[in-house]
């Protein structure tokens, strides 16, 4: 006679196990703990075989009678049940594998090498913010073109074009990657090529003029901000490096500062061109890093950030330095490090070797602060 469910539910278990049997070998195991499991008997190949359904009552009587119900037509197209189940395992542990974030990390640790760590956790944080909460756990070969487009309109929403443009661009390597590597057939955001909105020309920060660099000091000396955001904003006038490699820098990397040859030695990975940069040191610039060293409470960094392990935020100088429009010594956002190149240097030195060209740069800024090179 068929099981109910009312049998199933009041069966108690006993000192050894025993089975309620539903018909065509489907049977309900009850252990002595009182656990209950569908299980299906039946033979392939003149061998006895057991396949196991799930749990019940999760599983409940209907759903344990349509897998009896399949593994016997399964049985008639001589399939075995236990193995269109073992595939099935294996599918759906493929497919928690092959999710969208898996793939991605696995991309970014075999993408990052050849990249500086500043850069490659850029990147990170970029798919951490905007791609997996959207995407993350769907598995990348099922990811469809409306699904990236939903991700990148709401990044648009936020009004970062740019953004979503090269979020894009950084999905579609991901996508190729795992092409690559046989976790999908297609890059689905090549069919996103005039979806997106226009991003427009970039805006960037122009270099100070020349005539404003006097009114600049001035104002400078007068800031009221933090006392290392200010030395900060005069390094850059005397270094005129880029904010990224100044608030980096490590006091490991200065040399003979209490000697008249004092020289930061720039690692070639925290250089934008990949090449290590020479910077000879002033008077004026040795002074600062004193000040700087007093400020730093043995930290190995030159610009430590309060609280952290790690160097001073690039929103500190570019919005508490250089535009704080609610101080008396406000200061337009501006391009140090161009107006070394555009105003300072001589256009003739475009046509000289690199290494030449960096020689008598150097050679140029300590003539202009007093200095003989």
């Known amino acids: 006679m068929p ?11 006993e000192i050894k196990p025993r089975k309620l049997f539903d018909g065509g070998g489907l049977h309900l195991l009850i252990n002595p703990d009182g ?23 999760a599983i409940g009587m209907m759903e344990a009678r349509a897998a009896r119900d399949e593994a016997k037509r399964n049985l008639a197209a001589n399939i075995d ?3 269109v189940k073992q595939e099935r395992k294996r ?17 970014h640790e075999n993408w990052k ?7 490659a956790a850029q990147i990170l944080r970029r798919l951490e913010a905007d791609a997996f909460p959207a995407i993350g756990r769907r598995p990348i070969a099922a990811l469809e073109p409306p699904e990236l487009l939903d991700m990148l309109r709401k990044v648009e929403k936020r009004g970062v074009n740019e953004t979503a443009r090269r979020l894009k661009q950084l999905v579609g390597q991901i996508f190729r990657f795992a092409i690559v590597t046989g976790r999908a057939k297609r890059d689905p955001s090549v069919d996103l090529k005039d979806a997106l909105r226009a991003t427009g020309e970039p805006q960037r920060h122009r270099a100070m003029p020349l005539s404003e660099l006097p009114t600049f000091l001035r104002k400078l000396e007068c800031y009221s901000g933090e006392q290392q ?6 390094l850059v006038t005397l270094t005129f490096l880029r904010t990224t490699e100044l608030r980096a820098g490590k006091w490991s990397e200065l040399e003979n500062l209490d000697e008249n040859s004092a020289v930061w030695r720039i690692p ?35 610009f430590p950030s309060p609280g952290k392990g790690d160097c001073m935020s690039s929103n500190t100088m570019l919005y508490a330095g250089i535009s704080r429009p609610r101080h008396d010594a406000w200061f337009p956002r501006r391009r140090f490090h161009d107006l070394e190149r555009n105003q300072l240097v001589q256009p003739r030195l475009d046509r000289t070797p690199a290494f030449t060209r960096r020689t008598k740069r150097s050679a140029t800024r300590l003539q202009r602060c007093g200095v003989d090179a």
């Open 229 to 234: 955001t200010k030395l900060a904003l005069k």
């Open 113 to 119: 090498g050849a990249r500086s760590p500043y850069y």
């Open 35 to 57: 656990a209950k499991y569908w299980r299906l008997a039946y033979r392939r190949h003149g061998k006895q075989r057991t396949l196991a359904i799930g749990v019940y009552p």
């Open 268 to 302: 070639a990975e925290r250089m934008k061109m990949r090449l290590e940069h020479l910077v000879p040191l002033s008077r004026q610039a040795v002074a600062v890093l004193r000040e700087l060293r007093a400020l730093s409470g043995g930290s190995p960094n030159i």
């Open 81 to 83: 049940p236990s193995v």
């Open 91 to 107: 599918a759906a542990k493929i497919a928690t594998d092959n999710t969208f974030e898996a793939v991605a990390r696995e991309w």
């Open 3 to 13: 099981l109910t469910d009312t049998k199933c539910r009041n069966a108690k278990g």
